[in-house]
């Protein structure tokens, strides 16, 4: 069974499709690249998945289970969790404090759990602090973790947003331009930190990136779409050399 099959997905917005008849599949444990021009429909099939647009018509399946039916938290606690385009982070918050809010989905004490301090509260407050002091040290981010959100440089703030949504321990995590903005540094250490998920904590990844350094190095397909249609799916190669994809980014 594939991870995601998305199919026939249309996303119309007053009248205007978004995205028109979009398919793909992305296989357990792959690193899938979404590429396309701006306005391409890229971030609306992220808004899809999650659920936070409802499309008009077709399916996106997730292990199986028909994403549609779902509500956006339903979407998260089935095993999705996504960075955006502009990062959305509590920003005066500290970093540990958002990778803590990011583990919220998890907890499954409720209100009451700090009155009733039983041994399995805490085993499981002391699981939850664990898990986010592991996900520090993948994305060597220990040094930042009480500093406020504001005050990180943007390349450490984009980690922090990464970070959070790896604490809601995702099978599947949808990542919406993770190098943009970055200095080809940062972008080096973000590839190295994409083949550490998907190697060691085996995270399905799907990425929409513009940087095909990146994609190139880091990819094992490539779904390209242009005005909200597939154009090419293929290895990073094969859509790169594809007439009809060279077409739609040079305009020949
Ligand atoms: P990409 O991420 O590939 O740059 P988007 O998915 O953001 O593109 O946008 C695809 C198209 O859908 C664009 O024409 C955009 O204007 C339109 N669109 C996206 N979200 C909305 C929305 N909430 N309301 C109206 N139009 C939208
Ligand atoms: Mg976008």
């Not at 936070?52 to 339903?74: D, K, M, W």
């Not at 409720?110 to 993948?138: M, N, Q």
């Not at 060597?140 to 504001?150: C, G, I, L, S, T």
Request: overall charge negative; charged content about 25%; aromatic content about 6%.
């Amino acid at each position: 069974m594939s991870e995601l099959e998305v199919n026939n997905l249309v996303v119309a917005f007053g009248g205007v499709k978004a995205i028109n008849d979009v398919s793909f599949s992305v296989e357990p444990g792959e690193i899938y690249a979404v590429i396309g021009p701006n306005g391409a429909g890229k971030s609306t099939i992220f808004n899809a998945i999650s659920r936070v647009y409802t499309p008009q018509f077709g399916s996106i399946r997730f292990q199986g289970q028909e994403l549609l039916n779902c509500e956006a938290h339903e979407v998260v606690s089935a095993g999705i969790a996504r960075t955006f385009q502009n990062i959305e982070l509590f920003e005066n918050a500290t970093v540990l404090d958002n990778l803590l809010v990011g583990r919220a989905s998890k907890v499954r004490t409720g209100a009451l759990s700090e009155f009733f301090f039983t041994p399995r509260v805490r085993r499981e407050e002391h699981e939850h602090r664990r898990k986010v002091e592991d996900i520090l040290d993948l994305l060597d981010m220990q040094h930042h973790r009480y500093e406020k959100v504001a005050d990180l440089s943007y390349g450490a703030r984009k980690n922090v947003e990464l970070a959070r949504a790896l604490c809601a321990d995702p099978k599947l995590l949808l990542l919406d331009e993770p190098a943009s903005g970055l200095n080809p540094e940062e972008t080096a250490d973000m590839s190295f930190w994409l083949k550490d998920i998907k190697e060691e904590l085996g995270v399905t990844i799907v990425m929409v990136e513009h940087d095909m350094n990146l994609v190139g190095r880091i990819a094992d397909r490539v779904l390209a779409i242009a005005g909200g249609e597939v154009l090419a799916v293929g290895n990073v190669t094969e859509v790169q050399s594809n007439p009809t994809v060279q077409a739609a980014y040079l305009g020949t």
